[in-house]
């Protein structure tokens, strides 16, 4: 539970901590739920186990973002999480995009080198917001950065693995791989984005300046890009706009529409 | 590099806690054992605390033929190995108003208390 | 056995008559020990189906991942399907090791599957049309399998004894899981309780094919006599039945559902359940790929298998 009394926060920090809490849940909320159409469908049975592991701890980071949200008066966590229109999601337009052509139940072409890349590419981001929130000045969400980030090893050293072996495994896998990153890197700027608050945010000490995290991404992912000799791309798009303003695509509306197919049956219902 | 195929048998072992033995799991396909560490763990131990997590190529593992389980078996004639062949002592040290010195009584010399025990 | 270690040549009969011995008395056979044919082959067949039906099982269930209505039931039915992933792995697993010595591997699983050499389970070519069906998959469907793999823990292959009690400990969880779901929607509102009753109905006839039918009589073939025999099973295919009743009607009832099935009661004369046939005609068309979602979901695993193709080809040299 939140120390801070709510009612005596002041109006620009309430705002610009309430923008960080939706980027961070919608953020891992969005990603969890296509991994969670990935699962069964991995290309191979072992690994479907274990990325199905990381979908569950990332929806559950999630949860726990939802729930200092509803601490300060944002609503009940599933509504937040099933009820919202996409214009009022903050998710990077990134995390929204689908897996692949088809649909999770009927051919689904769905693209392990884009999800490794997306996957590898935001763990580390996040990893870098979640140890610049352990500092949080908002104490309740320095609590959950500092849980959130001891899950966070295992998913970066999950993802890491897959991409320097596909990087590194010829041919078809490099061509694969260098059009994921390509097409990750056009959208990436948005998963680096703060938003419009970016400013309040850093400056009342919710979190570290959006510059400082992406100079902290670009430093620990250049040694990797090295390792294999590859030169790492440094144009950070957001080629289909920006999420933290509310901008999404297509892809948002019909995730949405499926995950919230059943609550919206009845939404006053317990399930 | 050798063109061995995708699917490569790993035996999986772990400690669940730092102090513990390592102890089999079961075993799993992966293509190196890189891939297959990553896999290991959520696999096999993802209800279930871990400390340490082994891997280890099937291949390189020399295992007893079922015919060479025979040479596992001995008579039960051994007791000059055990305490069992010295329980004699018990009484003896009766005599001289001393205890024996068994198994509880000389691994309590460790000056570990019980509650620091695993 | 002293004259293994001379390296004397035992004639099968020999080594048959060990192999029943140990069996008879409660030794465990492994992977590289020396087993009859037809054992091996039983194995392979029965496992192979298990495991294969666990990756298929993930199917019908998989539909409402993305849909489950709140935050923990997504969590909950993620967990799930994963399960039925990792119990598919911990089966093929024990399966290609008995058909290494035929050199066969999962490669050939996956083909047999495709080509419909390999059956999976009839209650995964149903349909799965509601948040319903998701939780009586969970609750009836997995208590039926409860039912069976329980019947198995002693069988006389260690490998497969292994994998099952692993199993089951995580079927527990399946269990309540299921549990949890269809009691919410029981104590819902009277969409939600019809949601639960149209599937007991729709699922009905495919939980009494579950177990397979009574005898040989009934379809043509039936393992259940070596299974037995090899000490890999203890009870029949009705009597795995009449304990799956036992346990679940009454709470079927008690939730104030019904069965479809007016003529079901207990006999105590007989101190059996009494019920209506399925059709065992049409149990017999569904396991060979024509149930209502055979197709569809085979072409689902299939697609996604070739999808996926360059990835194991990429890593297909050893580092």
Not at chain 3, 248 to 272: A, C, W
Request: proline residues 4%; contains cysteine.
């Amino acid at each position: 539970m939140s120390k801070i009394d709510i009612h005596q926060m002041d109006a620009a920090f309430k705002s610009a901590l309430t923008d960080l809490l939706y980027q961070l849940a919608d953020d891992d909320f969005i990603l969890a739920y296509r991994g969670s159409e990935w699962l069964g469908l991995a290309p191979h049975i072992e690994e479907d186990v274990a990325f199905s592991s990381i979908s569950q701890d990332t929806m559950g980071h999630a949860s726990m973002f939802y729930q200092l949200l509803e601490d300060l008066g944002e609503g009940k966590v599933d509504d937040l999480a099933h009820s919202r229109k996409a214009k009022d999601r903050r998710n990077a337009i990134l995390l929204e995009m689908v897996n692949g052509p088809g649909h999770y139940l009927k051919k689904p072409q769905y693209d392990w080198a884009f999800a490794v890349v997306r996957n590898y590419f935001y763990v580390q981001m996040k990893k870098i917001r979640m140890d610049s929130l352990k500092n949080s000045s908002y104490e309740p969400l320095a609590q959950i950065a500092i849980n959130v980030n001891l899950e966070l090893y295992y998913h970066l050293l999950h993802w890491r693995t897959w991409f320097v072996q596909l990087m590194q495994a010829g041919d078809e896998a490099r061509k694969r791989m260098d059009a994921a990153i390509n097409r990750v890197f056009d959208d990436f700027g948005g998963v680096l984005s703060l938003g419009p608050l970016e400013d309040e945010m850093s400056k009342s000490g919710l979190i570290e300046p959006e510059e400082i995290l992406k100079k902290k991404w670009i430093l620990v992912m250049e040694p990797v890009f090295d390792s294999i000799n590859v030169s790492m791309p440094t144009n950070f798009g957001m080629k289909n706009g920006n999420g933290r303003k509310g901008e999404h695509t297509e892809d948002l509306d019909t995730a949405l529409s499926i995950l919230s197919e059943v609550y919206h049956v009845n939404p006053a219902a317990a399930w | 590099m050798s063109s061995e195929g995708f699917y490569q048998e790993f035996e999986v072992f772990s400690k669940r806690t730092v102090t513990s033995p390592i102890q089999y799991q079961f075993s799993l396909l992966a293509p190196n054992r890189d891939l297959a560490l990553i896999m290991a763990q959520e696999n096999f131990m993802r209800r279930e605390p871990v400390a340490d997590i082994w891997v280890v190529k099937r291949s390189e593992i020399r295992k007893l033929s079922p015919e060479e389980k025979q040479s596992l078996k001995r008579l039960d004639n051994k007791d000059y190995r055990n305490t069992k062949g010295y329980g004699y002592l018990r009484k003896k040290w009766r005599q001289y108003e001393q205890g024996i010195l068994d198994e509880k009584e000389i691994l309590s010399w460790g000056g570990v208390k019980k509650n620091e025990q695993d | 056995m002293s004259k293994a270690i001379f390296n004397e040549k035992l004639t099968n009969e020999e080594k048959y008559d060990h192999f029943i011995k140990r069996i008879t008395e409660g030794e465990k056979i492994e992977a590289d020990d020396w087993m009859p044919d037809d054992y091996r082959e039983t194995l392979i067949k029965l496992i192979s189906m298990h495991g294969i039906s666990e990756i298929m099982g993930a199917l019908p269930e998989k539909e409402w991942v993305p849909k489950a209505p709140s935050l923990r039931r997504k969590l909950g039915i993620m967990a799930k399907v994963q399960d039925e992933m990792g119990h598919g792995q911990l089966l093929l697993r024990v399966a290609e090791d008995l058909m290494k010595p035929l050199g066969r591997t999962r490669e050939n699983i996956m083909q047999d599957l495709f080509s419909g050499r390999l059956k999976f389970h009839n209650v995964f070519h149903m349909e799965a049309p509601t948040w319903g069906d998701a939780g009586l998959i969970g609750w009836l469907v997995d208590g039926a399998a409860i039912i069976s793999q329980t019947n198995m823990l002693d069988a006389s292959y260690g490998p497969y004894a292994r994998a099952l009690k692993r199993i089951c400990a995580e079927e527990v969880f399946h269990a309540q899981h299921g549990e949890s779901i269809i009691i919410a929607l029981a104590e819902g509102t009277s969409e939600q309780r019809k949601m639960v009753q149209d599937a007991i109905n729709r699922w009905w006839e495919a939980l009494l094919m579950f177990f397979g039918p009574a005898d040989a009589t009934t379809t043509g073939t039936s393992k259940q006599d070596t299974t037995i025999k090899y000490r890999i099973r203890t009870k029949t295919n009705e009597e795995l039945r009449q304990d799956f009743f036992t346990k679940y009607i009454p709470r079927v009832l008690s939730l104030g559902l019904t069965i479809p099935d007016e003529t079901m009661h207990f006999n105590q004369e007989k101190q059996q359940w009494i019920y209506e046939q399925p059709d065992w005609s049409r149990f017999k068309e569904i396991i060979r790929n024509n149930g209502p979602k055979s197709r569809e979901r085979l072409e689902l695993r299939e697609t996604t298998y070739h999808e996926n193709q360059w990835v194991r080809n990429a890593l297909n040299m050893a580092k």
